[in-house]
T-cell receptor, first 114, second 113 residues
Framework: EAGVAQSPRYKIIEKRQSVAFWCNPISGHATLYWYQQILGQGPKLLIQFQNNGVVDDSQLPKDRFSAERLKGVDSTLKIQPAKLEDSAVYLC????????????FGSGTRLTVV | GESVGLHLPTLSVQEGDNSIINCAYSNSASDYFIWYKQESGKGPQFIIDIRSNMDKRQGQRVTVLLNKTVKHLSLQIAATQPGDSAVYFCAENMGGGSYIPTFGRGTSLIVHP
């Protein structure tokens, strides 16, 4: 089974620029998550999708972050404009759905804002 | 030894020793717990899980212990190997139909050959 695919692997941008990350979950996984992991900390949830609907985006800084999963498969996370404190690894994870707890994480996109 | 503060807590062990990594979780309503291993440049990788109706679960070279009274989890790794060097996170999943793993701070395990 292919894993969760993320791209790009690395991105360096200047503050106030915009950036987008892409995630392709495991085939058939209904639930998709975006996490932010700042260096030295555990991942923190940004947003959870169930198919193409948002389940929880309470911790997403909506003034600058947006995410979509239009067809219920791939997802993109966008930051506009970026701040220095957005430097982090952005992880995507997916889950089959139903009563399963099987979460699978991608390798993440490392963002550096300079 | 261990160091805390801005840096991750660190556990240094010799190859072949047993390792014990501890985690305090926050929500007494959490009903499912997962230990993840994260190597540099990779996402968290599932190691072992345990449901709240259990107090111990064993896998291959790993054991998870759950103490709900004090909201404490531990991960025991037997015969630690250099390949076990990584950051280890516990994650809790609140019950009631919520499927959102909430991560703890993490512990860096360093295994010396």
């Amino acid at each position: 089974e292919a894993g969760v695919a993320q791209s790009p692997r690395y991105k360096i941008i200047e503050k106030r620029q915009s950036v987008a990350f892409w995630c392709n979950p495991i085939s058939g996984h209904a639930t998709l998550y975006w996490y932010q992991q700042i260096l030295g900390q555990g991942p923190k949830l940004l947003i959870q999708f169930q198919n193409n609907g948002v389940v929880d985006d309470s911790q997403l800084p909506k003034d600058r972050f947006s995410a979509e999963r239009l067809k219920g498969v791939d997802s993109t996370l966008k930051i506009q404009p970026a701040k220095l404190e957005d430097s982090a690894v952005y992880l995507c994870a997916s889950r089959t759905g139903g009563g399963s707890y099987g979460y699978t994480f991608g390798s993440g996109t490392r963002l550096t804002v300079v | 030894g261990e160091s805390v503060g801005l840096h991750l807590p660190t556990l240094s062990v010799q190859e072949g020793d047993n390792s014990i990594i501890n985690c305090a979780y926050s929500n007494s309503a959490s009903d499912y717990f997962i230990w993840y291993k994260q190597e540099s440049g990779k996402g968290p990788q599932f190691i072992i899980d345990i449901r709240s109706n259990m107090d111990k679960r064993q896998g291959q070279r790993v054991t998870v212990l759950l103490n709900k009274t004090v909201k404490h989890l531990s991960l025991q790794i037997a015969a630690t190997q250099p390949g076990d060097s990584a950051v280890y996170f516990c994650a809790e999943n609140m019950g009631g139909g919520s499927y959102i793993p909430t991560f703890g701070r993490g512990t860096s395990l360093i295994v010396h050959p």
